[in-house]
């Protein structure tokens, strides 16, 4: 009988996991025994077989890496003797997949109450929105943040501010109650700070607008407000311009207004406040109706990932979308460089011809960029992945694609594309958590999963982020941050089908207005990808 603290994922696979700390001894695999000399830590591999120099290590059934000396049977692998391998990728030998919808019965009729849009979308929430154009606004949104934040009801109290002044010796701290919302509907006014608009490339101000284009017509996003200076690159006439070019049935309030031509810092902050309060009356007309759950688009993403997130979070998450798609809804995965030798399976799920060829020609284009500067997808894993077993980028990328399902690739994305389709989309994004989550709300997510195994405190303005752990020690670690815990499926304790189910429960409520971790904690997190080198 297999020892029980030990798992191996695919049956091809020649390394187990272990599900905990492991002195090392005498272990059964596959029904014979290995001998293992040195302790493994828990979420680490080590090799059923012996493997000579440059042989393939397999795990998820795909090869993630060669050994870099010849490795006896019960050798943990590590960064020393191991070396990132990822398979070719080729269109020519691109193989038919077969997938089949899951059983729904029990979510095909459910409903959430979302904000219904005149374009048919509907969000999950209903935000204001304040946009500068260029960083040079940065000082006045937050003057109109202060302001309407407090007077609107939408201020929370600060918990360290009496800490910090008993620290002091001095009085108490000035804690003013929070005042009831005035408009009841409006969930929240968001602010997208930001570095850019001016001072870089053309190209970067062009993909600023874009990525802006897409928060103004998120479906959470009842309007905006947008301060521009007016020297700038990122002008209003262009914001515009790229509105109708990616938006054409767009048709939301929207309140421009452009700092040199009022001239007085003074008046355009009080036009600001003034025109966005008149529109929030309006806003605060449209109330949560029920909805669908076809009408969810939900992005997928992980960060702080360990060796447990590819067992346990991001199969649930995978389950999840495949839930989601045989509902007619769409989802979105993101991070391209974390498909890195999976690359041939999501070829082979591409629903048609021109959706791998986008996949093969954006993702051959990424990768050459990065080789370009001398970096590359194999450089991928952070010091935290490697220290908890994501030694190479193979294998932290067949874990990470767990979060895909098995589902067909309906479409292929590149960075601010608004989605049009309903089912599995991929949208390029690099690695980085921000930056990742920033593009999945600008391509339309209106809600985001969120996979971690090490903690990660991310959050976004516009789409409510939903926390999954890979482990329970986590959850109770950080449980501020964590939503969900996945940590029972390596424990035996639940399948991944049970833990899928509760993630699709969570969404449908969060959907429908209750909030998540990263909310509560004003977790805001918006980063420009520039498209420069970012894994």
């Given amino acids: 009988m297999d020892d029980k603290r030990f798992l191996k994922i695919d049956k091809h696979d020649n390394v187990v996991v272990a599900l905990e700390n492991f002195e090392g001894g005498q272990v059964t695999v596959d029904g014979a025994t290995i001998e293992v000399k040195d302790p493994v830590n828990q979420k680490h591999k080590f090799l059923t077989q012996s493997l000579q120099k440059g042989e393939k290590i397999y795990m998820y059934g795909v ?20 070396t990132h391998f990822a398979d070719p990728i080729s269109l020519e030998n691109r193989k038919k997949h077969e997938w089949q919808p899951l059983d729904v019965a029990a979510w095909q009729d459910r409903t959430f109450m979302g904000y219904h849009r005149q374009d048919g979308k509907v969000g999950t929430a209903n935000y204001w929105l304040f946009i500068p154009l260029v960083f ?60 850019g608009g001016c001072g870089g490339t053309r190209a970067d101000a062009e993909t600023l607008l874009r990525l802006l284009a897409g928060y103004l017509h998120h479906p959470n996003v009842a ?6 200076l007016g020297c700038q690159h990122a002008q209003i006439d262009w914001f515009k311009e790229i509105q109708k070019e990616l938006y054409p049935t767009g048709d939301k309030p929207v309140i421009y207004l452009e700092q040199q031509i009022i001239q007085s810092e003074e008046k355009l ?5 003034s025109e966005t309060i008149e529109q929030l009356k309006e806003v605060n007309k449209t109330g949560r109706q029920p909805a669908p759950l076809s009408k969810l688009v939900v992005g997928l993403e992980c960060g702080g990932s360990d060796g447990f997130s590819g067992i346990s979070a991001n199969p649930a998450v995978g389950y999840a979308s495949d839930l989601l798609v045989s ?21 082979d799920r591409c629903a ?14 990424y990768e050459q960029q990065a080789k370009s500067v001398g970096s590359g997808f194999d450089m991928n894993p952070s010091p935290g992945n490697i220290k908890d077993g994501l030694i190479t980028d193979a294998i932290k990328s067949a874990g990470a694609a767990k979060k895909g399902g098995r589902s067909l690739v309906t479409d292929v994305l590149d960075y601010t594309e608004p989605l049009t389709k309903p089912g599995l989309n991929l949208l390029c994004t690099p690695g980085n958590d921000v930056e990742s989550t920033t593009g999945l709300a600008g391509s339309g997510a209106n809600i985001i999963l969120f996979t971690t195994g090490l903690g990660t405190p991310t959050g976004n303005p516009v789409a409510p982020v939903i926390k999954i752990s890979s482990n329970t020690s986590l959850k109770e670690r950080m449980s501020d941050i964590i939503d969900l815990d996945a940590g029972p499926i390596t424990r035996g304790e639940k399948t991944i089908a049970e833990v899928g189910g509760e ?33």
């Fill in 327 to 347: 509902l007619q809804a769409a989802t979105i995965l993101s991070e391209f460089p974390e498909l890195n030798g999976v690359e041939q399976d999501v070829i």
């Fill in 503 to 535: 993630i699709l429960e969570k969404i449908i409520a969060v959907a429908s207005g209750e909030s998540t971790k990263a909310m509560d904690l004003e977790q805001n997190d918006f980063i420009l990808w520039k498209r420069g080198v970012s894994l």
């Fill in 352 to 365: 048609d011809d021109r959706v791998a060829e986008k996949f093969v020609r954006i993702q051959r284009a």
């Fill in 136 to 195: 040079c606004e940065n000082r006045n949104l937050k003057v109109i943040e202060e302001t309407l934040k407090s007077s609107l009801g939408y201020k929370k109290p600060n918990q360290y501010m009496q800490y910090a002044h008993d620290l002091i010796g001095g009085v108490d701290a000035d804690q003013s109650p929070l005042q009831q919302r005035v408009f009841k509907n409006v969930d929240g006014i968001k602010f997208l700070y930001h570095d």
């Fill in 223 to 228: 309007g905006a407000t947008v301060l521009s």
């Fill in 63 to 82: 090869p993630v890496g060669t050994a870099n000396v010849d490795l006896a049977a019960g050798t943990t692998i590590t960064t020393a003797n191991v």
């Fill in 269 to 273: 902050i009080k036009t600001a406040i």
